[in-house]
């Protein structure tokens, strides 16, 4: 049984750093991906960051390119996600999942891509706020 679960959400300042964790148990080897969304009130789930399992291989929205890092341990079954120059814009309801992968845009194979229908497995979730 697959379980995803998210935390260190809060408050920060504008500029300000915030890393967020997830937790993983019960993900198959299927799932080559893990992900983090996010989804601001009103508006569509979006993509942030992905990881590649197997590869180590990453991938960011162009809107947080430079400012947000994925990583992962698996020693703890954990995938971070460090935020940093947080913008206003930024605030949301942040999500891990766990997928496959997808047709690179390049065409050169699979990859890991900041495509929320990749992803079949999801966390509750943990928000975020910027002021």
């Known amino acids: 049984h697959v379980q995803l679960v998210e935390s260190g959400g809060g408050s920060v300042s504008d500029g300000g750093s915030l890393r967020l964790f997830c937790t993983t148990s019960?993900?198959?080897?299927?799932?080559?991906?893990m992900g983090w969304f996010r989804q601001a009130l009103g508006k569509e789930r979006e993509g942030v960051a992905t990881?590649?399992?197997?590869?180590?291989?990453?991938s960011y929205a162009d809107s947080v390119k430079g400012r947000f890092s994925i990583s992962r341990d698996s020693a703890n079954n954990t995938v971070y996600l460090r935020m940093s120059s947080l913008k206003i814009e930024d605030a949301a309801m942040y999500y891990c999942?766990?997928?496959?992968?997808?047709?690179?845009?390049?065409?050169?194979?699979?990859?890991?891509?900041?495509?929320?229908?990749?992803?079949?497995?999801w966390g509750r979730g943990t928000q975020v706020t910027v002021s």
């Open positions: 990881i590649d399992i197997n590869s180590g291989s990453t």
């Open positions: 999942a766990a997928g496959r992968r997808g047709w690179c845009s390049d065409g050169r194979g699979y990859c890991c891509r900041t495509a929320p229908g990749d992803f079949g497995d």
């Open positions: 019960g993900v198959t080897y299927a799932a080559y991906c």
